[in-house]
C-alpha cells in the first residue's frame, strides 16, 4: 500500500469515526457544556462551535482512541469562553439572569430535596473555570490530570479549584441548613 493511499483512508476513517462519535455522545458533550455554562442556548452554542473546531483540526487527532478527552476538551473550553463572555458587563447589562435547570435528573436516592436545591444554586455561583473543573472531575470521573489537559491549565491549578470551589459548595450547604 502507497503512503498516498494511507493518507486517503486515515482521513476517511477518522471523519467517519468522528461522526459516530459526535452521533452517540452528543447529548453527553451538550451536558457538559450546559454544566460549565448554565444555558441551554450557550451550551448548544458552544458544542456547535466546539464541533466545528474539531472537524477541522480532525487531522491533529493520532488515536482514534484517545476521540473522547480530545472532544470533550474542545467542548470544555469553548463553553469556558463563551460562559465568561456572557459574564462580561455588556452581556451581563444585556442579558437577564434566566432560570437555570439542572440537566440530569434528579437522585431518586436523595433522602433531602432542599439539599438537591441548595447545592443547585451553590454550583450556579460558581465560576465558570471552577464549574468546568467540579463537572469533568467530580461529575464525568476524569482525573486531575485529565482534567487539567481539559481545561488547559496545570494540575496544581485545577486542584486549587476544586479545592475551592467544594470549599465554596460545602459553606453554602451549611448556611443552608436549617
Request: charged residues 30%.
Amino acid at each position: 500500500m502507497t503512503v498516498e493511499r494511507v493518507a486517503e483512508l486515515l482521513p476517511a476513517r477518522s471523519d467517519a469515526a468522528i461522526a459516530a462519535f459526535v452521533a452517540e455522545h452528543y447529548d453527553r458533550l451538550l451536558r457538559l457544556a450546559r454544566l460549565v455554562c448554565r444555558d441551554a442556548s450557550d451550551a448548544a452554542d458552544a458544542v456547535q462551535s466546539a464541533l466545528e473546531q474539531a472537524w477541522r483540526k480532525r487531522a491533529a487527532l493520532n488515536d482514534e482512541a484517545r476521540m473522547r478527552p480530545w472532544l470533550d476538551r474542545i467542548v470544555a473550553r469553548e463553553a469556558i469562553r463563551i460562559s465568561k463572555r456572557r459574564q462580561s458587563l455588556l452581556g451581563r447589562l444585556l442579558t437577564p439572569v434566566q432560570n437555570v435547570t439542572w440537566i440530569e435528573p434528579g437522585d431518586q436516592r436523595a433522602s433531602d430535596p432542599q439539599t438537591f436545591v441548595a447545592l443547585r444554586a451553590a454550583f450556579v455561583r460558581l465560576s465558570p473555570d471552577q464549574r468546568a473543573v467540579v463537572a469533568l472531575h467530580l461529575h464525568l470521573g476524569y482525573s486531575v490530570a485529565e482534567t487539567a489537559a481539559i481545561v488547559g491549565a496545570p494540575d496544581e491549578t485545577v486542584r486549587s479549584r476544586l479545592r475551592v470551589a467544594t470549599q465554596l459548595l460545602r459553606a453554602e450547604l451549611e448556611e443552608s441548613r436549617p
